[in-house]
């Protein structure tokens, strides 16, 4: 009696998986044909219309020299916005303005346990720090301005958490009109040669 109940109850879960591989054949069928339609698409975009490559990057270089900039103590001017738009405050700056969990060692880190069969390559991808050797941010809008302090020639740390707009020239800010002016040469400028 037992092995005759045993036996209807795996014929039930055979049946059971059956319909389970059916229903996952034409789901996984629908998919596999999409797939291949979207494959065949984009090897006629490769073919008809091949990604360009260039000799030299005019975008790539701005990068560069925006990252030489930044790397240089630069007359600045800050101005910072509530969220609906209204200027908050305003300094004369050095530099550019951190981002404030910007970090200068890897704030991500693998697992050095050793996981049965997992190679230790395989357990994740860890960020790089940016070519000027710190990691940036990617949670934040708040920002450490670099307030330059005329009187004393100190450069004081202000933490702000509004929106942060950094001018490579002096600035007149009018708070009634809500207005900022140029009132001066930048201390700095991308070559674009």
């Known amino acids: 009696m037992k092995k005759h109940i045993c036996s209807i109850i795996c014929s039930i879960i055979c049946v059971l998986f059956a319909f389970v591989l059916v229903g996952c054949e034409i789901d996984n069928s629908t ?10 698409q984009q090897s ?7 990604v360009p490559a260039f000799d030299w990057s005019f975008e790539r ?14 007359a600045t001017h800050t101005v910072w ?29 693998t697992s050095d346990e050793d996981q049965e069969g997992m190679d230790k390559q395989a357990l994740g991808v860890i960020e790089q720090s940016e070519p000027n050797g710190i990691f ?5 809008t708040a920002t450490w301005v ?17 929106k942060v707009t950094v001018y490579p020239y002096p600035v007149q800010v009018n708070y009634t009109t809500n207005r900022v002016t140029r009132h001066g040469p930048a201390s700095i ?4 040669n």
């Open 61 to 74: 270089d701005l990068i560069i020299q925006l990252y030489t900039l930044r790397n240089e103590k630069v």
């Open 136 to 140: 940036a941010s990617k949670n934040t």
């Open 146 to 162: 670099m307030s330059s302090d005329s009187e004393t020639g100190q450069i004081l740390p202000i933490y702000v958490e509004s």
């Open 81 to 109: 916005r509530s969220d609906y738009g209204m200027i908050e405050g305003d300094t004369p700056s050095i530099g550019y303005g951190i981002p404030y969990d910007t970090s200068l060692t890897n704030p991500l880190m």
């Open 31 to 40: 998919a596999t044909l999409e797939a291949k339609k979207v494959s065949a």
């Open 189 to 192: 400028s991308i070559d674009i």
């Open 44 to 50: 006629h975009y490769a073919k008809a219309q091949p």
